[in-house]
């Protein structure tokens, strides 16, 4: 009931119905008894009165006390509580309110304390990924400084070890900066459109001279049409072919590493799979390995290099092309990654 409508009952109960009542009473009962109508009418309205403060107040104040309980609570940082709405007046609606509040805040709290352990972890894995190259550089650089590389050779090859080693330091601060920009949509995306069987077929033909360079099998079929287009930004989608492809190489454990790339035409959209005959992701660990900073033993163990980022930011630039990415994969044999965008489609002018 609506406080309005409360105040309402409380005005008629108070001046409408005891005037009623008294002048019932005046015109039934004889004149001389109208001193003692009169106190009878004085004290059905302090009677009434009474009973009618006492019900408005008690509908206020016990809501107030839960208010003022979870204000307490939540100045002390305790939001594991909740506010019931006993009433569907004002003061119900105020509860209501309160009580989505605490929600929201409780909701933005746990966001908080996630975010810290990502940031945590992140500031862990960075710490991690560098200290093993800089471990290496350093070693390497001692040997030079001690005279142990004494040979052109050995010289040769100390260097080599030390440009390597930057490089991947380099690469993983470029991953980083990139994670960044990406989590905070600071990346200027260059979308055009462009054939999507000419597009791919380039970015094959730079992965089959990377690959065969390094020993690497590699297969690839495009069975898209000449006259489909798609509307992407060639070079964040090419980033994220070879981050897949980067990820693959590094959990491969067979004496020959095979890779294989295939573009399929699935209605609206434009399938694109990548896969290889690695070790494997475990299916308990499958759902999460697009999730930031997420590592198993079976797909993206530090030891390996990376700062578990790489698949994160694969998604994201998936999703920021108005796609979907998601993985197969069988123990022992291989993982198959897959992600589709949509085909650009022209939408006819009525003349």
Known sequence: MKLRTKLLIVFISVMILPTIFTSVAMHTFAPERVNEIQQMYLMVVFLTTGLLIYWIYRGISVPLAKLQKAARNIREGNLDFEIQQDSDDEIGQLCQDFEEMRLRLKANAEEKVAFDRENK??????????????????????????????????????????????????????????????????????????????????????????????????????????????IVDPEQLRRVINNIVSNSLKYVDKP????????????????????????????????????????????????????????????????????????????????TMYFVIRKYQEVPIDE
């Not at 020959?256 to 475990?282: H, Y």
């Not at 308990?284 to 390995?289: F, G, V």
């Open 121 to 230: 972890e992140l500031i862990s894995n960075i710490s991690h990924d560098l200290k093993t190259p800089i471990t290496a550089i350093k070693g390497y650089v001692e040997g030079i400084m001690d005279g142990v590389a004494d040979t052109p050779e050995k010289m040769d090859r100390y260097i080599k070890t030390i440009y390597n080693k930057a490089n991947e330091m380099d690469l993983l601060i470029n991953e980083l900066t990139l994670y960044s920009k990406i989590d905070t949509n600071r990346i200027p995306y260059n979308f055009t459109t462009i054939s999507a069987k000419g597009y791919f077929e380039d970015c094959a033909e730079d992965l089959r001279m990377e690959l065969e360079a390094k020993g690497v099998e590699f297969s690839y079929r495009n069975w898209m049409e000449e006259d489909c287009k798609v």
């Open 256 to 335: 020959q590493t095979r890779i294989t790339m295939e573009v399929k035409d699935v209605g609206d959209f434009v399938q694109v799979e990548l896969g290889d005959n690695g070790k494997g992701i475990a299916a308990k660990d499958l759902p999460y390995i697009f999730d930031r900073f997420y590592r198993t033993d079976a797909s993206r163990n530090s030891s390996k290099g990376g700062s578990g980022i790489g698949l994160s930011i694969v998604k994201k630039i998936v999703e920021e092309h108005g796609g979907n990415i998601w993985a197969t994969s069988e123990e022992g044999t291989g993982t």
